[in-house]
């Protein structure tokens, strides 16, 4: 059970286009999803919170006009990179998890994005 | 400010020879405490979540324990399958309403045969 479906894996796109990323709940019902960057050897980092049919929660320093974020239903949340560039280049990763507080997160297989 | 250390950086180590890996962390209450793996160029897959101090989980070779400054994740007789990163995540009581985690550097294991 609580698997999370990530797609695409692997995208290579022309600087200045944009990418949308999906990231799908198979067997629960999502309420909350999460968006992260990772960059070589090092941990993971939060880009934004999504609720349902909330508005996303964006961390502190993360462009939210670049990043969209949207989870119209407890099974789907998109991530669409707008214009984007070569520094955008990363490894994203979503995670979901339920209604209740403490559950764990439970993640996709990410997305290595390469901006030309 | 909430902090999570994960220790060492990397460990290397032969088939069958156990050992620990260490998150300790800095919190000003705590919700719960996650251990996830990963293997090169995947998400986290989750292993445990630890609520409160003396609590320990176990699956396979894996155990996991909590005080209330730390985690250790015991590796017993590990395999060359073990070979991943390991990554200690916490939610903090202070955090929002979401479930927002934490996480450390993660260690990186590799067992050879």
């Known amino acids: 059970g609580a698997v999370v479906s990530q797609h695409p894996s692997w995208v290579i796109c022309k600087s200045g286009t944009s990418v949308k990323i999906e990231c799908r709940s198979l067997?629960?019902?999502?309420?909350?999803m999460f968006w992260y960057r990772q960059f070589p050897k090092q941990s993971l980092m939060l880009m934004a919170t999504?609720?349902?049919?909330?508005?996303?929660?964006?961390e502190q320093g993360v462009e939210k006009d670049k990043f969209l974020i949207n989870h119209a239903s407890l099974t789907l949340s998109t991530l669409t990179v707008t214009s984007a560039h070569p520094e955008d280049s990363s490894f994203y990763i979503c995670?979901?998890?339920?209604?209740?507080?403490?559950?764990?997160?439970?993640f996709g297989d990410g997305t290595r994005l390469s901006i030309l | 400010e909430d902090q999570v250390t994960q220790s060492p950086e990397a460990l290397r180590l032969q088939e069958g020879e156990s050992s620990s890996l260490n998150c300790s962390y800095t919190v000003s209450g705590l919700r719960g405490l996650f251990w996830y793996r990963q293997d090169p160029g995947k998400g986290p897959e989750f292993l445990f979540t630890?609520?409160?101090a003396g609590e320990e989980k176990e699956k396979e070779r894996l155990k996991a324990t909590l005080t209330k400054k730390e985690s250790f994740l015991h590796i017993t007789a590990p395999k060359p399958e073990d070979s991943a990163t390991y990554l200690c995540?916490?939610?903090?009581?202070?955090?929002?309403?979401?479930?927002?985690?934490?996480f450390g550097a993660g260690t990186q294991v590799v067992v050879t045969p």
């Open positions: 067997d629960f019902q999502a309420t909350t």
């Open positions: 999504s609720n349902e049919g909330s508005k996303a929660t964006y």
């Open positions: 995540a916490v939610q903090a009581t202070t955090t929002d309403s979401w479930g927002k985690l934490q």
């Open positions: 630890l609520y409160s």
């Open positions: 995670s979901a998890k339920g209604s209740v507080f403490n559950q764990p997160q439970h």
